[in-house]
Antibody, heavy 123, light 104 residues
Framework: EVLLVELGGGLVQPGGSLRLSCAAS????????MSWVRQAPGKGLQWVGR??????????VYAAPVKGRFTISRDDSKNTLSLQLNSLTTEDTAVYYC??????????????WGQGTLVTVSS | DIQMTQSPSSLSASVGDRVTITCRAS??????LSWYQQKPGEAPKLLIH???SLLSGVPSRFSGSGSGTDFTLTITNLQPEDCATYYC??????FGPGTKVEMK
């Protein structure tokens, strides 16, 4: 069974930092492209960024609103995806999801989402 | 960044209706277009990837088409359980703003 479990959300003051992690299991993590997606309360889905597998270059790409403030990294030895959030503003308040799409060959394609972790930026 | 737009932002339809949602990319994205369904309180669920490929287990009343910059999600024979918000996504990148589908 594929599992993605996010940790690290919480309350942080504007200008502060937070680090989220996503523990993955049930698939070959090192082969997977991973993404972070967020959803502010009552709002739509917003892509935060992605990190390809190392075999596909491994260079993260970010959405414009977070570029230069957020950093995505992966530790394939620990099957863990991370998101470092710096210089946070109230606009960053959202549920953050770790997600991936996996291709299983003849068995098809599946998508997987963590349970989400809430980041609240407030003074 | 490539921008994704969707129309309409919301719609109301009856059981059995055919519903069409359109998605437009600001640049040519080939067939790198996915459609997600999200119900309140739940994580999104991928319905269609590479513009028209239906995921296993997704009812065949859902279909996708298009390439380049213009894409369509069609739901034929709308069912009550299809009430949700639908998002298009440039694969592993930006989402559209969503289309909320409600029952009349």
């Amino acid at each position: 069974e594929v599992l993605l479990v996010e940790l690290g959300g919480g309350l942080v003051q504007p200008g502060g930092s937070l680090r989220l992690s996503c523990a993955a299991s049930g698939f070959v993590f090192s082969n997977a492209w991973m993404s972070w997606v967020r959803q502010a309360p009552g709002k739509g889905l917003q892509w935060v960024g992605r990190i390809p597998s190392k075999s596909d270059g491994g260079t993260p790409v970010y959405a414009a609103p977070v570029k230069g403030r957020f950093t995505i990294s992966r530790d394939d030895s620990k099957n863990t995806l991370s998101l470092q959030l710096n210089s946070l503003t109230t606009e960053d308040t959202a549920v953050y999801y770790c997600t991936t799409v996996l291709h299983w060959g003849a068995a098809g394609t599946t998508d997987h989402w963590g349970q989400g972790t809430l980041v609240t930026v407030s003074s | 960044d490539i921008q994704m737009t969707q129309s309409p932002s919301s719609l109301s339809a009856s059981v059995g209706d055919r519903v069409t949602i359109t998605c437009r990319a600001s640049q040519n994205i080939g067939s790198y277009l996915s459609w997600y369904q999200q119900k309140p309180g739940e994580a999104p669920k991928l319905l269609i990837h590479v513009a028209s490929s239906l995921l296993s287990g997704v009812p065949s009343r859902f279909s996708g088409s298009g390439s380049g910059t213009d894409f369509t999600l069609t739901i034929t024979n709308l069912q009550p359980e299809d009430c949700a918000t639908y998002y298009c996504q440039y694969s592993f990148s930006s989402f559209g703003p969503g289309t909320k589908v409600e029952m009349k």
